[in-house]
């Protein structure tokens, strides 16, 4: 079955600086990789998704991830974030076998200082 | 706004009460599911539906059941509450191919006393 694990419970960033979120899965087969992010009394938007193709893939909100097979990662960035950023973001791993039941991590949570 | 609907938005429930979350959606797509989303466990599946007629168990069925009568309507059904079952559970579907992404209601948040 597979698993997702993020490794950061909560990061502070400050305005206008880069922002990396990781994201480890574990999958036998290339899995199907998604970023949600989550505001405040609100329900989960996606960002992107990857299931093939290019490793790099741009989502919404000028975020961008790296499916890097290797090292079975699948990191989240964005190079200057704005306040608006502040939120929990979740990654998912679904899979061909499985469809449609996807595992989520356990979020990390973005706070944003001026 | 076409999308998910969620109701109630919270409820405050007395254990051993019985509730249904309602869950409407205006996508015609043909899988559902139910989560919950509880502090450092992220989000696990409850049930889910691949199609009108037809559900399934996921990850943490035990205490709640579901039924997919038609394609947009989704209930969750609590028959007994417990302490256990307080949480933020959240509505989404998919069109249901394995790289469809989830769509999500605004959720119901859900206390149990």
């Known amino acids: 079955a597979q698993s997702v694990t993020q490794p950061d419970i909560h990061i502070t960033v400050s305005e206008g600086a880069s922002l990396e979120l990781r994201c480890n899965y574990s999958y036998g087969a290339t899995p199907y990789l998604f970023w949600y992010v989550q505001s405040p009394g609100q329900g989960l938007q996606l960002l992107l998704k990857y299931f093939s193709g290019d490793t790099l893939v741009q989502g919404i909100k000028g975020f961008e991830a790296e499916f890097k097979r290797s090292q079975s990662s699948f990191n989240l960035r964005k190079p200057s974030v704005h306040w608006s950023d502040a939120a929990e973001y979740f990654c998912a791993v679904g899979a061909g076998d499985s469809w449609g039941k996807f595992q989520f991590g356990a979020g990390t949570q973005v706070v944003v200082t001026p | 706004t076409a999308g998910i609907t969620q109701a109630p938005t919270s409820q405050i429930l007395a254990a051993g009460r019985s509730m249904t979350l309602r869950c409407t959606q205006d996508m015609r797509h043909n899988a559902m599911y139910w989560y919950r989303q509880d502090l450092g466990l992220g989000l696990r599946l409850i049930h889910y539906s691949n199609t009108a007629g037809t559900t399934g168990k996921g990850e943490v069925p035990d205490g709640y059941s579901v039924s997919r009568a038609n394609t947009d309507d989704f209930p969750l059904t609590l028959a007994s509450a417990v302490p256990s079952q307080t949480s933020v559970y959240f509505c989404?579907?998919?069109?249901?191919?394995?790289?469809?992404?989830?769509?999500f209601g605004n959720g119901t948040r859900l206390t149990v006393t």
């Open positions: 989404a579907s998919s069109a249901g191919q394995p790289n469809s992404p989830l769509h």
